[in-house]
C-alpha cells in the first residue's frame, strides 16, 4: 500500500481543519475514503451492510479522535487504522462471526452472515492492492473468514493491501515478530481453503468479466426464463458446489444432481416457472439477478441473486443469496 503521492498535502489540510475546527473540511478529507474503507471493512466481516456500519463507525472514531492525528502517518493509514480496530471491536462482540461447520461431507466450514459486495460501490480509481478480484471474490471473503479476527486483520494488511510488517504490529499494537508469525500461519490456511485459486495477490490482477463469463450468466438467465432444464445441466460442471444463503450447507454436486435437487424443490413447476433476470457483477464475479412472478401476478419480484464462478464456460460455483423484500444492490425490486 503506497500512500507517497497523497502523503504531506492532506496531512497538512487536516491538521489545520482539525485546529480549526471545522467539520466541514474534515468531512471532506475523510469523505474521499469511504468506498475503500468499505471494501477493507467487508473483508473483515464478509457482510456488506456490516460494513457499511463500521464505515460510518470509522469516520465518528476519527472524529472523536482527531487530536490524536499528528501527521506522522499518512491520513489513510490513521483511517485503515481506525477501521480495523472498529471491525475487531464488533468481532468481539458478535460471536456468531465465526464460521461454524456445515455437519456436510465437505471439510468446508458456513459463512452464514455471507452478503454480496455490490461492484458499483467499489472505488473508481482504485489501488490495484485495494479491489484486485481475486481478493474481492466471495471464495477469498470466506476463506478470510476462516482466520481468527486478529490473525484476519494481520493478513489483509500485509499480504492483501501490502503494508510494512512495522506499519501493521503499529496499527494492531504487536510487535513486529507477533505481526510475521501470524501472517504466517494465515497464509498456510489460506492455501488449505483456496487450493485451486491463485494466492499470488501482489501480481497484476484481473478485473473484468471474461466473454466466457457474460455468456455463462446470459445462458443462466436465458435457461430459467424458458424453463430449459437440459440448458441449465448443460451449463453446469459437475463437482458443482453450490450453496444458497442464508440456508446451511455447502453441496458439491453432479449437474444432473443439482438441476434434479432444484426442480424436486419447486423449480419450473406451479408458481416457479415465470422468470426474468439481469446480468449484473458483484464481488467482480458473474451474478444473475433473478425475478419471479407469482401466478396471476402483475409484476416480477425480486427473488434471488446466483453468484458464479465460471471455469472453462460452466458454472463451477453457484452462490444463491435470498433477495425477496431485500433492497440489496439498487437492482430494482420489480420488473
Known amino acids: 500500500m503506497t500512500d507517497a503521492r497523497r502523503l504531506g498535502a492532506d496531512e497538512a489540510t487536516f491538521i489545520a481543519a482539525v485546529r480549526a475546527e471545522d467539520s466541514g473540511r474534515f468531512a471532506l478529507l475523510t469523505e474521499r475514503h469511504r468506498r475503500e474503507l468499505q471494501v477493507h471493512c467487508y473483508r473483515m466481516l464478509?457482510?456488506?451492510?456490516?460494513?457499511?456500519?463500521?464505515?460510518?463507525?470509522?469516520?465518528?472514531?476519527?472524529?472523536?479522535k482527531r487530536e490524536s492525528f499528528k501527521g506522522h502517518a499518512a491520513l489513510r493509514t490513521w483511517l485503515y487504522r481506525i477501521a480495523t480496530n472498529a471491525c475487531l471491536d464488533f468481532l468481539e462482540k458478535r460471536n456468531d462471526r465465526t464460521p461454524?461447520?456445515?455437519?456436510?461431507?465437505?471439510?468446508?466450514?458456513?459463512?452464514?452472515?455471507?452478503?454480496?459486495?455490490?461492484?458499483?460501490?467499489?472505488?473508481e480509481d482504485p489501488q490495484e492492492s485495494v479491489v484486485a478480484r481475486e481478493t474481492i471474490e466471495l471464495a477469498f471473503i470466506v476463506a478470510v473468514q476462516h482466520l481468527p479476527p486478529r490473525q484476519r486483520a494481520v493478513f489483509i494488511l500485509r499480504d492483501v493491501l501490502g503494508w510494512p510488517a512495522s506499519t501493521a504490529a503499529d496499527a494492531l499494537e504487536l510487535t513486529v515478530a507477533s505481526v510475521t508469525s501470524a501472517v504466517q500461519r494465515a497464509?498456510?490456511?489460506?492455501?488449505?481453503?483456496?487450493?485451486?485459486?491463485?494466492?499470488?495477490?501482489?501480481?497484476?490482477?484481473?478485473?473484468?468479466?471474461?466473454?466466457?463469463?457474460?455468456a455463462a450468466v446470459t445462458s443462466y438467465i436465458r435457461a430459467h426464463e424458458r424453463n430449459d432444464l437440459d440448458g441449465l445441466t448443460a451449463l453446469l460442471r459437475d463437482g458443482l458446489r453450490f450453496a444458497m444463503l442464508?440456508?446451511?450447507?455447502?453441496?458439491?454436486?453432479?449437474?444432473?444432481?443439482?438441476?434434479?435437487?432444484?426442480?424436486?424443490?419447486?423449480?419450473?413447476?406451479?408458481?416457479?416457472?415465470?422468470?426474468r433476470g439481469i446480468p449484473t457483477t458483484v464481488n467482480r464475479m458473474p451474478a444473475a439477478a433473478l425475478y419471479l412472478r407469482a401466478p396471476d401476478a402483475p409484476e416480477y419480484r425480486l427473488f434471488a441473486i446466483a453468484v458464479l464462478h465460471v471455469v472453462d464456460g460452466k458454472i463451477a460455483e453457484l452462490t444463491g443469496f435470498d433477495a425477496a423484500d431485500k433492497p440489496w444492490l439498487d437492482l430494482p425490486p420489480t420488473r
Open 46 to 64: 464478509a457482510n456488506y451492510e456490516d460494513a457499511q456500519d463500521m464505515t460510518q463507525e470509522t469516520f465518528l472514531r476519527a472524529w472523536h
Open 100 to 123: 461454524v461447520p456445515s455437519g456436510l461431507p465437505d471439510p468446508d466450514s458456513e459463512v452464514p452472515y455471507l452478503q454480496p459486495y455490490p461492484d458499483r460501490m467499489l472505488p
Open 187 to 214: 497464509r498456510v490456511t489460506m492455501r488449505e481453503q483456496l487450493p485451486d485459486r491463485r494466492l499470488d495477490w501482489r501480481s497484476p490482477a484481473t478485473h473484468e468479466l471474461s466473454n466466457e463469463e457474460r
Open 246 to 275: 442464508p440456508d446451511p450447507g455447502t453441496v458439491t454436486t453432479t449437474a444432473k444432481a443439482a438441476v434434479d435437487g432444484w426442480v424436486s424443490g419447486g423449480l419450473f413447476q406451479r408458481g416457479h416457472d415465470d422468470w
